[in-house]
């Protein structure tokens, strides 16, 4: 995901293009591309960033000189994804359609949040 910038990268994102990316292409399988906690050099979303294959030793994070491309592997798609906003719909859509992702931008006025349901 990283990799591709669907939804953002190691400094901040947004769901939603993680869940518009794996509507339209798919995520794939995890053994494809092991996380490293670091962003890409560069992000291409070449088929080697996708999925590879790394010959022992393993490289070091962000090279592939031991690495093929794998063209074909399982990937992982969602059915459907949106937006909803407010508690209520929140609600409804947790009881109609089961968990959902949510973030928030958080200003200052955060810090003094001590329970309930956010508002500002």
Known sequence: MV???????CNGGDPYGVYEY????GIPEDSCYNYVAKNPAVENCSPIE????????PPPANQTETCVAVDKFKTWKV??????WG???MKKALYNDGPIACGMDVTEKF????GGIYSE
């Not at 990799?3 to 990268?9: I, W």
């Open 3 to 9: 990799n591709c910038n669907a939804g953002g990268d």
């Open 22 to 25: 794996a509507f339209n292409h």
């Open 50 to 57: 996708i999925c590879m294959d790394c010959s022992p030793p």
């Open 79 to 84: 059915s459907e994804f949106g937006g909803v």
């Open 87 to 89: 508690a209520d719909a």
């Open 111 to 114: 810090v003094a949040y001590s």
